[in-house]
């Protein structure tokens, strides 16, 4: 498995931006599946957004559409989340995961396929 170390979060106002990181280690990441969740005081984790191993397919929460942007740098073993027109709803710890795959465009959404977690970065959005 690989390790995965979240950087970034922070306090934003309402309508900021925010740029999340995952410096991944450990193992191939090029053939390694990536998603972001986030996890609210008080509520369960939940699917934020996903990328694939190749071929960079991603796939977002609805509620995120639009204003959030999955991307990762093979060459730098890293992905990322920009995160623009936030809302106080936004307001969660932030956690990358991963999962090694063969499945060229499969994102995955479920937490359960993925098996590697970072210790997650709090973002805060102040209304």
């Known amino acids: 498995q690989v390790q995965l170390v979240e950087s970034g979060g922070g306090l934003v106002q309402a309508g900021g931006s925010l740029r999340l990181s995952c410096a991944v280690s450990g193992g191939t990441f090029s053939f390694y599946a990536m998603g972001w969740f986030r996890q609210a005081s008080g509520k369960e984790r939940e699917f934020v957004a996903g990328?694939?191993?190749?071929?960079?397919?991603?796939d977002y929460r609805d509620s995120v559409k639009g204003r959030f942007t999955i991307s990762r740098d093979n060459a730098k073993n890293a992905v990322y989340l920009q995160m623009n027109s936030l809302n106080p709803e936004g307001t969660a710890v932030y956690y990358c995961?991963?999962?090694?795959?063969?499945?060229?465009?499969?994102?995955?959404?479920?937490?359960?396929?993925?098996?590697?977690w970072g210790q997650g970065t709090q973002v805060t959005v102040s209304s």
């Open positions: 995961a991963g999962v090694r795959t063969f499945i060229v465009r499969q994102v995955f959404t479920a937490r359960d396929q993925y098996s590697s």
């Open positions: 990328i694939s191993f190749s071929v960079g397919t991603t």
